[in-house]
């Protein structure tokens, strides 16, 4: 009878595990891959008339930095104004001042946790606050603000365990829409985009900061983060920043290959994206390429070049490849469009799926993230949307409204925060709220 009970405790516990660790969290931007896939079971195939149940909604102040979930925890970033003007030029920096803060959350309830936060200045264009996801990696959250300051958190507590001021220490003054890179760990190192002669990409020990390799001179770093692929039998760390795209050794930031590829107004933003022996990168200005790789992983043919009514050209968030199509939001346009791989050739594009309306939007947004068979995107207007999509055309598989659109840009409300998306729920957040939505199958 005791060996039978204690199969049968083994049994029930081994399945709770199960269930517990089948949870796919989101620990950084665009996921615990980096490649915007959502692998969670258990979630809904639409989203009904009614909506979603919304779990919890808490009070946090302004941003551009997405969530992330790990170990039962939410953490965002955002900023209290305190004094200034905010004139949303492209072109001005405008001052204020106030307080970056941390927030860490309980997943589940929207509990607030712990805080940490530091008086912060900012001289920036579109000063509404950080704009970097924490990345977190095991008992630590690494933050990076809107004017470079790097923070190394206690994942727990939210102690400081480390901390430094990049624009200080490397001697190059802030990106005029401020630091937007999002940190990356892999293995024991944490890179992050800085500037200053040979140190555009920094490697740190995560553990520490201590700086362990510094590389790459450019005339702006730009606001593309930091990305890691397997190419050639070897990992190679992109950095695309204003003037090139280039591929370092992790371990050393030694230069593998640079491909010339020049974003205009210094706007390298969207992530390369790599899909078998295919890379692509693009931003605002019908700048992009889809280069062919050659097997040792370094630029072969460009198969096509960005030019009008070709491609998509991405910014706040990045094309994505979905077999041999790409499917983003277009900086031109503010159009989502799909995109043949092979050739650039447009398949369709609309509106409904960033700005809502049905013309032109400049730097209409909507985040897609992939689940199974469909799509999940928020767009700008914080609606959720689930669709499929196809060479013919896409079929919304059901929408709600979110949460207000309360940040600004060229003249219309937007909201720019890519989602996280764990525990089956959603996390999304506005200048006012962080919401989770849950997104369970019954």
Known sequence: MCKRLLALVTTVWGLMLVSVTSADDWPQWMGPQRDDVYREEGIVDRIPTQ???IKWRAPVASGYAGPAVANGRVFLSDYVIESGKTTNNPSVRDK???IE???CFVADTGQELWKFERPRAYNISYP????ATPTVDDDRVYVLGAEGDLTCLR???GELVWEKQLAKEFKAETPIWGHAAHPLVHGELLYCLAGGPNS??????KMTGEVRWHALSASEIGYCPPIIYSLGGREQLLIWHADSLNSLDPQTGKLIWTYPLQARYAMAVAAPQVSGNRLYASGIGETAVMLELKPDGTPGEALWTGRPKLGVYSCNATALFDGDKLYGADCGSGAFIAVNADDGERLWETFELTTGGDRRASQGTAFAIKHENKFILFTETGDLVFARFSAEGFEELGRMHVL???GEAMGRSVVWSHPALANRCIYVR??????CVSLAAE
């Open 101 to 103: 803060r941390v927030l």
């Open 404 to 406: 207000e659109p309360t």
């Open 430 to 435: 506005n200048d006012q709220e962080l919401v």
């Open 51 to 53: 909506g979603l149940p």
């Open 155 to 157: 994942v727990a507590t």
């Open 128 to 131: 509404n606050g950080p704009r």
């Open 200 to 205: 555009v990409a920094v490697a740190l020990d």
């Open 96 to 98: 204020l001042t106030g």
